[in-house]
């Protein structure tokens, strides 16, 4: 964060160095030279900003609905059935397999 604030000031004062100097040598004409393109090409820039927010797919429009098939609600309906009662438990249909290797109980912990 330090080192992007540096070049930030870095730039702004070198930025400001060519202007005090470029309006001694030249004069103020100069700097009516100089920030015209600078100002134009920003006024293009927002045109083309606020242009690309005003396209069909754009940010502004809304997005046709889709209806949801029946076997989809189904599931869904489901789901907001099970999600109705924080408190229970939620089964998953998971179950434990034994393995086919030799264990020893002794080497293991009561509760791990």
């Avoid at 015209?36 to 820039?45: E, S």
């Avoid at 889709?66 to 059935?81: F, I, L, N």
Wanted: hydrophobic share 40%.
């Amino acid at each position: 964060m330090i080192r992007h604030a540096l070049i930030f000031w870095i730039a702004v004062s070198l930025a400001v160095l060519g202007l005090v100097t470029g309006i001694m040598d030249y004069g103020l004409g100069w700097l009516f030279w100089t920030l015209l393109p600078t100002l134009l090409l920003c006024a293009l820039l927002i045109y083309a900003y606020r242009l690309t927010l005003k396209t069909p797919n754009g940010p502004g429009r809304s997005r046709p609905k889709v209806k949801p098939s029946q076997k989809t609600m189904a599931k869904v309906a489901g789901v907001r059935k099970t999600q109705a009662a924080p408190g229970k438990r939620k089964t998953y249909p998971f179950q434990v397999i034994e393995g086919s290797k030799g264990k020893n109980d002794e080497h293991l912990p009561k509760y791990h």
